[in-house]
Every structure is written in C-alpha cells, then in structure tokens.
C-alpha cells in the first residue's frame, strides 16, 4: 500500500499546481503574423471534387471536465422549463433545399446568406448556392480555393459573412503545421472576386472545434484547445480585420480564458455581430458556461470575458474575466453534464442503434450579437438535461443576454429551456432578426418505439414582444430523418445565420440521415408579419381535455399576425356542424401581439367519453392572409378514472444483476380527473405480486416516472419476465393499466464489435421472429422481448439471415453461430452451441440454415443468441462473450414447447481494481497493470444510470483515480476501469 500513498501525494499536488494559478486578466500569450497568399477566383480555379469515401473526421477528445457524481444543481426539473408546445401557428419554410450528401462523420454543416448568394460548407468541401437555393457552384474540396488552402481538407469549416465589410469568409484547421486557415473574398461575390488566404500557426497544437465570430477590431477565433491549462494557454485568437479585409499581412494575438473551469472538451464562444450597425471597438466578449456539477465551480453560471486588442502596441492587449451571470443575476441552475461527461448520450430509435453524441459542453454557434437604438443584444445556446432524477433527457436552454450601453454590463433580459415534449432536442443554432424576433433550429430525436423521430430538423421561434422565456411559435419541421445515425459522431454543430439583404430571413443547415448517408438541409424561412392586416386564432384556451360539465365557459386566443393594430372585428364559432356563434371583439390588439377572448354563451359537454368538434374563425377587413383565420380543435369529455402502467424503465438486461434492483415504471393518467392514493404493482415471473401506494396527485394527461421502495432480487442468471400496472377502483380502461418486459441477468455482453462495414446481421427470421434492417450500433443488441416459439418434437428449424459484408470481406470469412441457454443460468456453453461458425456466402442475400433440439431440452423461455462477422480478424466467433473485431451479437427469447403442450467479457485478467474507502465519502480507484494506454474510468448508480465518464493516465506504476462521492446518494454503485472492449467492474457502497 506504501506506493497507494506516494501516488495521492503526486495527485493532490497535480491539482494543487493546476488550479492555483488562475488569473483574473492576462496580456497576449503569443503574438504573431501572417502574410497573404491570393487566390484566383473560383470561375478560373480548376475544381476539386470532394472525397466521396467514409471518413471520421477529427474524434472528439475524450473526457470533459472532472465531474463529481452526484453534486450540483438542479436536484429536479429544471426551473427554466417550458414544457408545452407555443401556439402560434409557424410558416412552413419558404423553401428548403439539400446542401450535400455526404459520408464525412460528422459532416460539421454551415453556411451563410449574403445579399445574393448561400455558401455552404461541410467536412472538408463548400458549394455555393444562388438565393433561390439553385446551385452555382457544385461540391468543391476546400482545397480548391487554393492560396494556403491548397491541399488542404482536415476540416471543421465554418462559413460566416461579414455583412460590415460585405464579404465572406471561410475557415478551417490544419496540422501541416498545426493552424488556422481563413480565406476571405475580395468582394461580395464568393464565385467571381477572388479571395485572400492565411495561414496562422497555433504554437504546435491543434486549434480543434475553431469557431470565428465578427467584432468592431478583430475577428476572433475560439478553440477547444490546451484544456487542460485553458486559464493559462493560448485558446482565443484575434485576427487583425482591417488588415486581412485589405489584403495585407495580418496581425494576430492568442489568449487564455484567465479563472476558466474545464479539463476536457470544452467550447467557449465569441459575440459575433450582424445587423447594420458594427460592434463597438474594445470589450469583445467571450463567453462560456460552467456547471457546478464540475469539480471547482460552486453555482451554475455563465462567464464573461473581454478582450482589449491594440494593434499598434500588441503587447497592450489584454483578455480580462468580466462578469460571472449566477442565480443572483437571472441564471436558472442547470445540468448541462450527460453520462459523466462521455460522447454517447441519446438513444435513437430500434434496439442495435449507436447513442448520439448530445455535444455538452459547448455554447452551439453561433452567438449573435446586434445594436437596437436603446440597447444591444446576443443570444445563445447550450444542451442540458432536464430533470436529473429521470432518463436523460435534452433540451436547449437559450438566453437573451442585454446592455444598455456600449462597454457597460450585461444583464439577463430572458432564459428558458426548451423541452415541448418528451423527445429530446439538441444541436440548436439560435439568431435574432432586425425586429428583434428570436427563432432557433435545432435537432429532434425519440428512441419511444410509440412515436419514433429518427434525427430530424425543425425550427421554432417568438415575437420579441412575447412573454419571456417562451419560444411561442409552433414547431415547423424542415425535413425528417429517415433513419438512425449510424456512428455515435453528430453534428459537431448546425448554423443558423440571418439574411444580410433583409436582416429578417432566417437560413438553418443541420445534418439528417437517409440510409447510410449523412445530409445537410438548409430551411428558409420567416417570422416577421408579410402583411399590414393579418388576424387569427391561435388557441383554445378552455376547456382542455379533462371532465367536463354542462356549463362551460369557451376562451379562445387571437393573435395579430400583422404589422397593424386590430380592434372591431368579429370572432365565431361553429360546435359540431351546427348554427355558428358571433361576437365582436371591441379591445385594441397590437402588432405581433395576441389575447384572450371568452364568448358570453356557456355550453354543455357533460356527455363521458364524448368527442367535441370545434371550429373557430375571425372575419377582418382586408386581411391579406386566410390561411391562419380558422382554428379547428376537438375536445374530449375524459372518464374521470382512468389510470396505467405505459413502460418498465427499469432495470435493463445487463451483466451482474444483483439481489437489490430497482424497479421503475413510467405512469400516466388517461381520465379527466387528477389521481392520488393508488395501487400500483409488480411482479417478477410467477413469484407474488409487489403492491405499493402511490401517493403524489397524478394530474390530468400526466407521466410520471415512480420506483418502488421494495427492490427485486434478480441476481441469478437467466431471463426474468415482469409485469407492472395499477389497480384503480372503477377503472374506465382495465385494457391500458398493465405492462410487460422481459430483462437477463447474463454472463457477458460482447459490445463494441465493428459492424460499420456492414459485418453481422442485418435481417434476422426464425419463426414468429422477423427482425428487418437491424442497425449497426455498437455490435451488440438486446431483443430478448422477441420471442420464435420452437416444438421440440420435430427434428429440424431453420433460420434465415443477411449480411451486408463488404467487399473487402474474403469469400468464407464471414461466418454466423447459434446458441441457446437450455440450462437457465446465462452462459452460452459449448454445449448449446446449435450452428458453428456456417459460412455467409454472399451480402444482401437470405440463406437459411437447419439446427435440431436435444428431445429432452427444457420446455419454457430460453435465451438465444447469434453472432456473426469477419472470422479473419481479431475474435473467436465461437466464444459467446469476447467482442469480434468486426461483427454482431443479438440476443433473443425462444419458447420451447412440444406438440401436445403450447408454453408460452473480457477483461484485462492480470489487472486488479481497489476501491480504497476514505473520510467524507473520498474514494481511491487503484489498478496495477502493466498496460500503458490510456483507459476510461466510469461510474454508473445501482439502475445503470452513468454518473461520471473519464480518463485515466497509468503513472508509471499503476492507474489511480481520485473519486468524490460526497454529494452522491447512500447505495450501491459500480465503478469500471478499462478500455471500451475490456475492462474490470467492481461494486462500492457509498454509506
């Protein structure tokens, strides 16, 4: 244990040396130039096509900032939330159009509309567009702008226009040497003025994630780079505008972000402005979050920084910390932090899918800045997770950040986070319009088998006048996904920009899937009015779907779409086809403004379970748009009772089940009347029922997600069936109140096989069992809640399968086996191995292959499993448990009946993981190995829910980690050391 001890010296010192040098402000860290190298327009440039080939483009740094498991804010639902839909019915976009198809992982969309053109950029090429979204120049390397570009395509584009200096800009990274790019036209036209290239070197590290933003002295440039010593490193960079704009050489200066909390990925971001009006010279804001689930930092808040550039004297530059916007200032606590802070977050739809990179910590570009008469302004965007008791689930919380005058503070004017519905949201861009209209686009996903949303694109929006903190525009897609990511790589970004011509038309370009392919979509569209009279209802305020009774009141609300006040117009309604209701509305509506409007006459809707249909409209002089005058809705009288188990969320099949598992369902209220003090149970297989109260009021169409406080023994080896519901005196529904799942506790789980080159089984049928198109994901996958019944008695089945193996797969090497659990106890034997390694010998082919049943093989449920891939590499497809280089392994339920009866890893061995028990809930994760690499550390809680990710660094003598349990819960937890193929699980109690 003497070498344990000497370890948590240098530790404690590390962190001692690391962050007790912080510095409020600090002068330049480097300062540099660079010289031009002009390049020829692109109608006399030879062009170069960009590569059609997969690629993965530069991986994402592992690991973020140290998280503390279990400490920071909020402890439930985010106080920021809105969680309903606005209602302001949204345009459709006026166009949209698809900017690449693409296999670059990711494919990094951007792109920004000048007065007559959109470049469009991706990894590692551009194309530019005319305003109708007709393309002019087709996809081009962004080696073909030639000067410093040539040759080079390491990516991370980013396409901004300088609407002040009325020219476009184009950057991306390099590692011959490690530097910026920036090409700038010579004029407003991307196509036939030319452009100026440069190259400005980084000192030796790669500038990753570089993000530019436009302010009155400089272009900046921030980075995700030297996280480890950001408060003291060159991360921020300052280009010298006037010079680059001239042509001429060009100074440049970097700076660290001084007091800044991260050791991992991080983004911070620069104000960039738009509009007609150019940011003042000076105090050019930076800005980041930090989250106090982050060890060193003590509240959520958003931090500002300024930077000071004199190009004359550069040596008199400075960035200094300015501001630290808390709770105190307007900052709702938030949990911007996803699994421990790895970069596999979102669960898409189908079992075998890759979870999504949700891109925490990171202000998502870009963060727009413009000048009012009597203020300025900047919005921006992170990801968050809203309810830290529950799943995760993302959503986007936004700001509306104000000053009142050139140089002075800057106040939160508005927050909120944006979660409508149970899908997650993530990816955002947001921008704000010349009337001071705010829209955002952004990504949608749902994993939810019931309402599945593959990756797809939609915007939404508000008035500036509106309530604040509420997006109130309804959700308007751009386009929908067709299919699931295939790698966990997303994004890295969207980019919303803001037309320059009429500074009110939004551009949006995000990245879906069709297929295998990666596309980028560009909407465009518009919240400003198109008209001086336009008048509509939006809403029906009351009555919702609920109990009703024979004395309604009816409030509907009406929105002035236009850029003219409204008053003296008449507001109807027609209820089920029958003799139309008007009254005149007397009060005055402002522009862009919506109110409340309650018909005199009450109405009955007493009847239970009866559908009321609903049709409201407005009549207006010379209103210019019909379309959103009429309001169709329908309204249903609820039973009062009625109540039901919708899913088992809890626990999961998994390696090691133990004898406490927690149970947790998700339950909802179907009936009209809030519900409090019920039964809700379950039960595992035949054994008895477990039956609890539930307590807490239920409200109408509400979800809540409950555990049991009595826990289930699922420790033994094998499949367990549970059944979860409600009991509810006079229930209305009996058909909606149970649910069931089938859960393992299994041997091993072989994840991490590649599977991306079409390796492994992509259809599946035996018996009742068809399982088509089945993802590539992470290699494994669990269907075991699919069940092929079997009769023992007859002497041969057969399965059928494909594989979408490529060429570069040798004739017989892809090979598939079966196995089933006859004996219960989750360990694919030798003995149950049915099929051995038969071989596949073609792609996109069915073959069929027969297996029998020992006569005496146990009647009931079994598991089953299959594997298959490329036997010539790495992994012995015979062995259930080690990870194949390239391949699947799905597992699967058979019932084995007869004739006359119908029933239904590897890890690194020479290892050995110490968890050292300290003071305070202070823990010491010790492995001696001779292995060098570097290894990631994960902490999950006792449901599986992953409560920190990290790396590890071997210091010459073994792996130490130094864990902070004080903020985490009394329980059970597991802690894994390894790589993502092997590892070493050991279980710790926290007391």
Not at 272 to 291: A, K, M
Not at 639 to 650: C, E, F, Q
Request: hydrophobic fraction near 35%; aromatic fraction near 12%.
């Amino acid at each position: 244990m003497k070498h344990y001890y000497l370890l948590l010296i240098f530790i404690f010192g590390f962190f001692i040396t690391a962050f007790g040098q912080d510095r409020e402000s600090s002068g330049p860290v480097h300062i540099d130039s660079a010289r031009v190298v002009p390049s020829f327009s692109m109608t006399k440039r030879k062009i170069i096509p960009p590569s059609k080939k997969f690629k993965i483009y530069n991986p994402r740094n592992r690991g973020i900032n140290k998280i503390v498991p279990g400490k920071g804010l909020p402890k439930t639902k985010d106080e920021a939330i809105q969680t309903k839909m606005g209602e302001i019915p949204l345009k459709s976009p006026k166009f949209t159009f698809e900017a690449v198809s693409t296999q670059a992982t990711p494919t990094d969309p951007t792109g920004s509309a000048g007065p007559n053109h959109y470049v469009n950029g991706w990894n590692s090429a551009f194309s530019i567009f005319d305003k109708s979204g007709k393309q002019i120049l087709p996809p081009s390397s962004l080696a073909s702008i030639g000067g410093e570009f040539t040759n080079e395509t390491l990516g991370d584009p980013i396409i901004l226009y300088d609407e002040f200096a009325d020219r476009f800009i184009i950057s991306q990274f390099s590692d011959t040497p490690e530097s910026f790019l920036v090409a700038i036209s010579q004029g407003p036209n991307p196509v036939t003025d030319g452009w100026y290239t440069y190259r400005f070197t980084t000192n030796g590290v790669l500038p990753d994630y570089p993000k530019i933003s436009v302010w009155g002295d400089a272009y900046y440039i921030t980075t995700n780079k030297s996280s480890k010593t950001a408060s003291e490193s060159p991360v921020v960079y300052a280009i010298e505008r006037d010079a680059i704009l001239a042509g001429k050489t060009a100074k440049f200066l970097s700076f660290p972000l001084p007091g800044i909390r991260t050791n991992g990925f991080y983004s911070p971001a620069g104000f960039s402005g738009i509009g007609e009006n150019i940011p003042p010279r000076g105090n050019s804001p930076i800005v980041y979050l930090q989250d106090d689930a982050w060890a060193g930092v003590n509240e959520d808040h958003l931090k500002i920084w300024l930077i000071n550039v004199d190009w004359n004297n550069p040596e008199n530059s400075n960035i200094a910390e300015s501001q630290e916007l808390a709770s105190a200032e307007g900052v709702s606590a938030f949990t911007a932090t996803f699994d421990g802070g790895a970069f596999s977050n979102l669960s898409q739809p189908g079992d075998d899918t890759p979870d999504v990179d949700v891109l925490q910590a990171t202000m998502m570009y870009m963060t727009t800045y413009r000048k009012f008469p009597n203020y300025n302004s900047v919005v921006m965007n992170f990801v968050v997770d809203i309810d830290p008791t529950a799943a995760e689930h993302a959503a986007i919380r936004w700001y509306e950040l104000r000053q009142r005058q050139d140089g002075g503070p800057w106040e939160v004017y508005q927050e909120g986070t944006y979660a409508p519905d149970n899908s997650d949201r993530f990816s955002a861009s947001i921008g704000m319009d010349a009337n001071g209209n705010i829209a955002m686009g952004y990504t949608v996903l749902n994993d939810n088998p019931a309402n599945p949303v593959f990756p797809s694109l939609r915007y939404t929006g508000r008035y500036a006048d509106d309530p604040v903190g509420v997006m109130t525009f309804e959700e308007q897609s751009i386009v929908e996904g067709e299919s699931p990511n295939p790698n966990t790589r997303y994004g890295d970004y969207s980019h919303l920009s803001v037309d320059a011509d009429d500074g009110l038309t939004f551009w949006y370009n995000g990245e879906y899937f069709v297929g295998t392919l990666r596309k980028n979509r560009v909407g465009v569209f518009k919240l400003a009015p198109d008209f001086d009279n336009d008048l509509g209802i939006v809403s029906l305020v009351a009555p919702n779907n609920s109990s009703l009774s024979a004395n309604e009141a009816l409030t509907v609300k009406i929105r002035n779409f236009g850029r003219n006040a409204q008053s003296g117009f008449e507001v109807s309604y027609r209820l089920d086809n029958g003799a139309e209701v008007t009254e005149t509305f007397t009060k005055s509506i402002p522009a862009t403004s919506a109110v409340e409007f309650t018909f005199s006459e009450k109405l009955d809707l007493s009847e239970v379970g009866e559908t009321y249909n609903f049709q409201f409209y407005t009549s207006l002089k010379n209103d210019a748009n019909r379309e959103n005058d009429t309001l169709v809705k329908k309204i249903k009288n609820l039973p009062p009772k009625d109540i039901g188990v919708t899913s088992i969320d809890a626990p999961q099949t998994e390696e090691n089940l133990g004898t406490s598992e927690e149970i947790t369902v998700s339950i909802e209220n179907f009936g009209g009347e809030p519900q409090e003090d019920f039964t809700v149970f379950y039960q595992i297989g035949n054994n008895a029922p477990i039956t609890e109260t539930f307590t807490e009021s239920l409200p109408v169409g509400g979800i809540v997600v409950y555990t049991f406080n009595q826990t289930a023994d699922i420790s033994p080896s094998g499949s367990y069936e549970i059944t979860a519901g409600t009991r509810l005196e006079n229930d209305f529904d009996p058909t909606n109140d149970n649910t069931v799942k089938s859960v393992a506790n299994l041997d091993c789980i072989p994840e991490g096989a590649d599977c991306s080159f079409g390796d492994g089984i992509a259809f599946f049928e035996l018996n009742e069992i068809l399982n088509e198109r089945i993802p590539c994901g992470n290699g494994y996958a669990d269907f075991i809640d699919l069940t092929a019944n079997l009769d023992r008695s007859k002497s041969n089945f057969t399965v059928s399968l494909q594989s979408l193996f490529g060429e570069t797969t040798k004739p017989n090497d892809e090979k598939f086996s079966l196995w089933i659990d006859l004996n219960d106890d989750a360990v694919f034997s030798e003995d149950e191995l049915l099929i051995n390694a038969e071989v596949i010998p073609e792609a996109n082919t069915w073959f069929s292959y027969e297996f029998s049943l020992p006569q005496d093989a146990k009647l009931g449920q079994h598991l089953l499993r299959i594997r298959a891939g490329d036997t010539s590499y790495d992994g012995d497809l015979n062995n259930p448990c080690e990870v194949m280089e390239y391949g699947t392994t799905h597992d699967y339920s058979v019932n084995i009946t007869d004739s006359t009866l119908d029933i239904e890893d590897f890890i690194l061995e020479e290892a050995e993981l110490v968890v050292v028990s300290g003071k305070n809930k202070q823990f010491r994760i010790i492995m001696e190995t001779d292995y060098e690499e570097t290894l990631r550390i994960t902490v999950h809680d006792i449901l599986g829910q992953k409560l920190l990710e990290n790396q590890v660094e071997n210091n010459g003598s073994g792996y130490v980690y130094e864990l902070d349990m004080s903020y985490a819960a009394r329980g059970v937890y597991l802690v894994r050391v390894g790589t993502r193929k092997v590892g070493k699980v050991k279980r710790f109690i926290v007391k």
